[in-house]
Every structure is written in C-alpha cells, then in structure tokens.
C-alpha cells in the first residue's frame, strides 16, 4: 500500500539541528526523497537516496534511512531561520509508472 | 527556476466553469506528472503522461482531463467546477534518477 507519515510540525531554535522523520508503507520502494516548499512556491528537490543506502549527507543535510523499520529522517545541520519552511518526504515505488507518493509534509519553524 | 513553467499563477473562476493549466517541462524531459495539493487531501497525483502517452493515472476525477501535445507542453482540463477543487496544482517533469523536479504550480480558486 502507499502511505507516507510525517509529523505536522517541528520547531527549534535557530544554529540547532533539525531531524525530520518519516514512516513509509511500501517495502518496493528504490529511491526516497526529500523536499522542500517555502510558502506560495513550488516543491524545491532537497536530496534523495537508494532505497540500498543506509546514509547520504550532503552538506548540511543528512539523510538515514532504516529500511527495516521503513524509517526516513532528514536532519539539517546548523540550522537557520531561510530553512523555515515544509519538509515533504516521497517514495518511489516499483509499480505505475514512476510517480512519487508524497507525505503529508511537516512544517519547520525556526526560531531566534 | 525549475525550468518546469507553469500558466496561469492564479485562477479565479466561478462553480460550473471550465478551466485549462498548461505546463511546459523542461527542456528534453519527456515526462510530465499533474499533482494537485490541497489543505485536506495534501499532495495527490493525478497523471502521468511520457512522449505523448498517458503512462499512469492517480487520484483524477472523471471532471478533469489531460492530454501532452508532440511539442510536449500538457494541458489540464478542470471542468464542472467545484469549490473543493481550488488548490494548487502543480506539474514536474522527471530526472533519470527518478526525482521530479517542479513548475511552480497555479492556484486555483473557485467562488
């Protein structure tokens, strides 16, 4: 089946670390994703990783990925108030046609 | 920019009426995938077309329709307008890795 669960919301305080979590249903899955949506604009690609990787960090940004459990994090580094925004991940899975299931997207609020 | 181009920004338009969101991919992309977000549904695919073919087909309403012309710009049809239908509704075009990479959407608000 295809579900992707993310929690709503997440604030922290800006130079901390941010981990955003994401629980995914379809163990067919090959690659995940991450991206992000600053308000009145469109879906910006963050990262995304294989669905055989445990771990991808680029630059600020740290992806895990704990296939067993279905587990997705994304953590930012350092983080400032320009990363305010909401996070959604999506997984693409085998079947229909290469489409990604989104998440339900959790909102980031960071704060001086 | 995404080099995924989205028109109109916005739509204003009243219940019952038709409307047409045209999408252009980026330059050499093939693919073109319709998502619709909304409050209460969040992002929900609607369609996928590749070179001209309808590949997959998500969440669409029998109301709405799409089509990608041999230039490879697509074309929403949002018909019989209700008010449940104002969203934003995006178009992406896809990399080989399989990540979609998208327009800047057109808000659509139905009266």
């Known amino acids: 089946g295809e579900d992707v669960e993310q929690s709503l919301f997440l604030s922290v305080r800006e130079g901390d670390s941010s981990v955003i979590n994401c629980t995914y249903t379809?163990?067919?899955?090959?690659?995940l994703y991450w991206y992000k949506q600053e308000p009145g604009a469109g879906l910006q690609l963050l990262t995304y990783?294989?669905?055989?990787?445990d771990m991808k960090q680029d630059q600020r940004l740290t992806v895990l990925l704990n296939k067993k459990d279905k587990h997705l994090s994304l953590r930012i580094a350092d983080t400032q108030t320009g990363d305010s925004a909401i996070y959604f991940c999506a997984e693409r899975f085998t079947g229909g046609g290469n489409k990604l299931t989104f998440g339900t997207g959790t909102q980031l609020k960071v704060e001086l | 920019d995404s080099g995924v181009t989205q028109t109109p920004k916005h739509l204003i338009t009243a219940t019952g009426q038709r409307v047409t969101l045209r999408c252009s991919p980026r330059s050499g992309d093939l693919s073109v995938y319709w998502y619709q977000q909304s409050l209460d549904q969040g992002l929900q695919f609607l369609i996928q077309y590749y070179n001209g073919e309808e590949r997959a087909k998500g969440n669409i309403l029998e109301r709405f329709s799409a089509q990608q012309f041999p230039d490879l710009h697509s074309e929403l049809n949002l018909s019989s307008l209700e008010l449940g239908d104002s969203a934003l509704y995006f178009c992406?075009?896809?990399?080989?890795?399989?990540?979609?990479?998208f327009g800047p959407g057109t808000r659509l608000t139905v009266l």
């Open positions: 379809d163990s067919s899955s090959t690659y």
């Open positions: 990783i294989f669905s055989n990787m």
């Open positions: 992406a075009s896809s990399e080989p890795s399989g990540s979609l990479i």
